[in-house]
């Protein structure tokens, strides 16, 4: 089991991880909601609950709950910026499907 950051991705959270003065790591999961049944949730972490799984990527923490996990094992999460967006992007290997955005998926 596995979450992963790219470069890109390690480096976004660690600049903002700075500029926000403070915070753990990575939080990811996901909601029962988007186009495609469940959308991801992606915020910066300040501690660790007891049913947490913590793992490690390019120096950073990704916090997972294990509800989630079941979901997104072996998810790699990348930063890009496309002209003037900017947003985290997953490639899951658990996901049937996704919608046009990508910020949603079926399982």
Known sequence: ???T????????VR???QKRGGGIGLRLGIKQTGCSGFAYVVDYADDVADDDIVFESGGI??????TSLDLIDGTEVDFVK???????????????GECGCGE???V
Do not use: W
Not at 82 to 96: R, S, V, Y
């Open 15 to 17: 600049s903002y991880l």
């Open 82 to 96: 496309d002209g003037l967006n900017e947003a985290f992007k997953f490639k899951n290997p658990q996901a049937a």
């Open 61 to 66: 923490s990704v916090i997972v709950d294990q």
């Open 5 to 12: 950051l790219t470069q890109n991705a390690a480096e976004r």
């Open 1 to 3: 089991m596995a979450i």
């Open 104 to 106: 949603s998926f079926n």
